[in-house]
């Protein structure tokens, strides 16, 4: 039976939605007519996705934390030994999100219906991704769905952590950056031209330091409409520029070189490479289909490109960890337990020590990112503002000395 989200309107005027099951949309009308709504939408649970032309839908999707905390939730109530169809009835209840609630009565709907899990989580595939539903699949043909859903759980887990590690961390560098920016803007735009204008009521010539301070002052108050309109358009047209595939491939392979965003780029990609291939590894998955997904997980376009071109030696009958050095961008380290777990038979294992190696290593990066960079922006801010004061200062120096 399908799930059908509907928008209906209480005697008293005031909007309800919500997620009912029926035959059809016009059993679920009439169901809500019983309970004295008038429906004003009814439509089928599906997946929401941008259009193709750039528009976008205003329905939230699910984030990354909700995936984490409703597969952790599905897989307590499936090992607890409760029939998947009350687990996701359960997990929907649960749930405060509206939207979670719509796409778990859709899964559960086609659940019902007869079809499988991995079936009924293909029907969103903007909520659920590929890993999610390769691995559920696994799962349920091997008969032990309870444990692969714990794995799937640690991994969602473990990857909203390592994201949200990222994010924290650089909200100082942004928010300080930002801050730095406005005390300029605002030091240019009115402190300057206030203080400026005591010095322009004489006939001497002011300093130069002090003339382009002026200069850049007067540019600022009269055009920060057409700065703010280039840096705009310069990201617009950066972002546009970067869904050419050619293009994105030469700026990510520069980000690789540079010293500290290559590290971390390098990092969290490496990181969310083995995370994902082991997790799939233990789920039995097969090697070539494991590959194919974990380097859909890589958002570095050479990287993926690498592990797309190591899945086509391993099914030639190279060796997984060859395969992966030949391109020189994986780290050494991932590459020698690799290795080690191919030849040891113990790879699920030695991809789960590589992830956790790439994340201690990323965290110790970032930290060390953060350091510097806060530092550095203050020594940055100080310069701006010693630069301003002393153009400011140069006048009344002069004024003092023509006075002695």
């Known amino acids: 039976m399908p799930a059908y989200e509907y ?43 941008p259009d193709r032309l750039g528009r976008f ?32 009835a359960a997990v929907s209840q649960q749930s405060e999100k509206a939207r979670v609630k719509s796409v778990l009565a859709g899964v559960r709907s086609r659940v019902v219906e007869g079809r499988t899990l991995a ?4 029907a969103f595939p903007g909520v659920f991704p590929e890993i999610y539903r390769a691995t559920v699949s696994a799962g349920e043909q091997s008969g032990h769905l309870d444990a692969v859903l714990e794995r799937l759980a640690d991994y969602t887990e473990n ?49 130069i330091l002090t003339q382009i301070l002026i200069a850049m002052s007067e540019f600022i108050r009269g055009w920060w409409w057409a700065i703010v309109g280039a840096v705009a358009l310069a990201i617009f047209v950066a972002r546009r520029m970067l869904r050419q595939p050619d293009v994105r491939r030469r700026f990510d392979r520069f980000k690789l070189r540079l010293p500290l965003v290559g590290r971390v780029a390098r990092g969290n990609n490496a990181a969310r490479f083995s995370r994902t291939f082991a997790i799939l590894t233990a789920s039995a998955v ?29 099914r030639e009958g190279a060796p997984i960890a ?17 290795s080690s777990g191919e030849t040891s038979g113990a790879l699920e294992s030695m ?19 953060v350091g510097i960079l806060g530092p550095l922006m203050i020594l940055l801010m100080g310069g701006f503002v010693f630069v301003i004061v002393l153009a400011l200062l140069l006048p009344i120096f002069e004024l003092n000395q023509l006075v002695r």
Do not use: W
């Open 7 to 49: 928008t209906a309107l209480d005697p008293s005027g005031r909007e309800r939605r919500g997620v009912l099951e029926g035959d059809s949309a016009r059993q679920v009308r009439a169901s809500l007519r019983e309970q004295g709504l008038l429906p004003v939408d009814v439509a089928e649970v599906a997946d929401t996705k």
């Open 57 to 88: 839908s205003l329905r939230r999707g699910v984030g990354a934390s909700d995936l984490a905390l409703l597969t952790r939730q599905l897989a307590t109530l499936v090992r607890s030994g409760l029939p998947l169809e009350e687990a996701l």
């Open 119 to 122: 079936e009924g989580l293909a």
């Open 159 to 207: 990857r909203q952590i390592l994201q949200q590690r990222i994010r924290n961390a650089m909200v100082y560098p942004i928010l300080l950056t930002v801050v730095c920016l406005g005390i300029v803007a605002l030091l240019l735009g009115y402190v300057v031209p206030e203080v400026v204008r005591v010095f322009e009521a004489g006939d001497r010539e002011l300093p």
């Open 286 to 314: 097969p090697v070539l289909e494991s590959l194919r997904i974990s380097g859909e997980v890589v958002t570095n376009v050479p990287m993926r490109e690498a592990v797309q071109e190591a899945a086509i030696r391993v």
């Open 322 to 338: 060859r395969s992966l050095g030949t391109s020189k961008l994986f780290p050494p380290m991932l590459i020698h337990l690799v």
């Open 351 to 369: 991809l789960e020590r590589a992830a956790d190696n790439q994340e201690r290593e990323l965290d110790g990066v970032i930290n060390t990112a």
